[in-house]
């Protein structure tokens, strides 16, 4: 046997090999930069600072209600159902906790609808027995709630007027739990059992002691 042939013959099946091992291995490593890709923005991506009104008129950011959690959820005062059902759902699960406990959440309404949404509007709304005791209700201009909405994934959109001159918006229902330093910890859907928000709210409370 020619000697180029008998090196060909020894070195094919390393070159094989070695390629099959390197994309296994590059494989492998995109696999791994997704997952932290995917654990980057659950964590950071969500959340951040704003600038809205509360139902007083007063201007308010992030930093208004540091040092305790926020309950946020998004959504509009005259939403026939799912919002007041979510508001619902929140005022059970805080009423589940201990006073002390209560004391270090800050339930949050921010509006989707900046239009109809008025402070005044929003002050009416959130004091219903049904919400949450203390219920903060934040509003802003329409380039204000977008910024929010943006910065916590939020979608939203005015349906077609039915003629009326009313509108319902469509929008995301969704209760995010942010940390004493507006930093992401949660999410729930809207038909979580208030039982395991409340014991969810807990168990956060007692990792994070105040
Ligand atoms: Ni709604």
Redesign the pocket.
């Known amino acids: 046997m020619p000697r180029p042939m008998l090196w060909l013959l020894i070195a094919a099946p390393t070159v094989v090999l070695v390629l099959v091992f390197s994309v296994l291995l590059s494989r492998g490593g995109e696999r791994q930069e997704r997952r932290a890709e995917v654990r980057t923005s659950g964590e950071a991506l969500v959340g951040g600072p704003f600038e809205l009104i509360d139902q007083t008129g007063a201007t308010v950011t992030q930093e208004t209600y540091a040092g305790k959690a926020m309950l946020i959820y998004f ?2 005062t005259y ?1 026939p ?3 007041p059902f979510s508001l619902q759902v929140m005022a059970a699960a805080m009423d589940q906790l201990e006073a002390d406990e209560r004391a270090r959440i800050q339930p949050i309404l921010i509006t989707v609808d900046a239009e109809r949404d008025t402070y005044q509007q929003m002050a009416s709304y959130v004091s219903s027995p049904a919400f949450p005791d203390g219920l903060v209700g934040l509003t802003g201009t329409e380039e204000q709630i977008a910024a929010v909405a943006r910065a916590y994934r939020v979608v939203y959109q005015r349906a077609e007027d039915d003629g009326s001159g009313d509108y319902l ?1 469509d ?1 995301s ?1 969704i209760i995010y739990l942010m940390d004493g330093d507006g930093a992401f910890v949660d999410v729930f859907t809207s038909g979580v059992d208030p039982r395991d928000l409340a014991l969810r709210l807990q168990d956060f409370l007692e990792e994070n002691p105040g």
């Open positions: 959504g509009y939403c159902d799912v919002c918006m929008h229902s």
